[in-house]
């Protein structure tokens, strides 16, 4: 269930602070990109495929690069697991502005749920050549 906390700007810090310190990071092998095809073409699910969404015209495929092409974003993905019954509410724009702050970046951020292994995940794309960046910013996060 999504949690629905009163508190102040401070109290979220530290809650926020907490969780992500508890939270299982993984960081993702290689470059991965969007793939896109019409919306009348859904594409096809295999097992390197992290996440589809689409919108009225086009789905969107979350996938390993595969080939070079230079009108391609290339991005490094990493993503949080929560424990079960972690009120991580405001997770998202707390670590994404942090992540702009100090890398001047923005994010995309692709996130599910399951279940069996306590909820919410995030799936989160940089540029590729800021992913060690990132990945130091997060650490940093977690062990303050």
């Not at 073409?41 to 080939?67: H, K, M, N």
């Not at 230079?70 to 949080?80: A, H, K, Y």
């Not at 919410?120 to 990132?134: E, F, R, S, T, V």
Request: aromatic share 10%; with cysteine.
């Amino acid at each position: 269930m999504v949690s629905v906390s009163m508190e102040t700007a401070e109290q979220t810090e530290q809650r926020l602070r907490r969780e992500i310190a508890q939270a299982d990071l993984v960081v993702h092998d290689g470059v991965w990109c969007f793939e896109e095809s019409p919306a009348d073409q859904p594409p096809a699910l295999t097992a390197a495929t992290l996440a589809v969404v689409r919108d009225r015209e086009s789905w969107s495929r979350l996938v390993p690069l595969t080939q070079e092409d230079d009108d391609v974003e290339r991005f490094g993905i990493f993503s949080f697991h929560f424990d079960d019954h972690v009120d991580n509410s405001g997770f998202v724009g707390w670590l994404a502005t942090h992540l702009k702050v100090e890398l001047g970046t923005g994010v995309f951020v692709v996130c599910g749920s399951n279940r069996a292994r306590g909820g919410i995940y995030d799936y989160w794309g940089c540029p590729i050549d800021l992913l060690d960046q990132a990945i130091t910013v997060v650490r940093a996060l977690q062990d303050n």
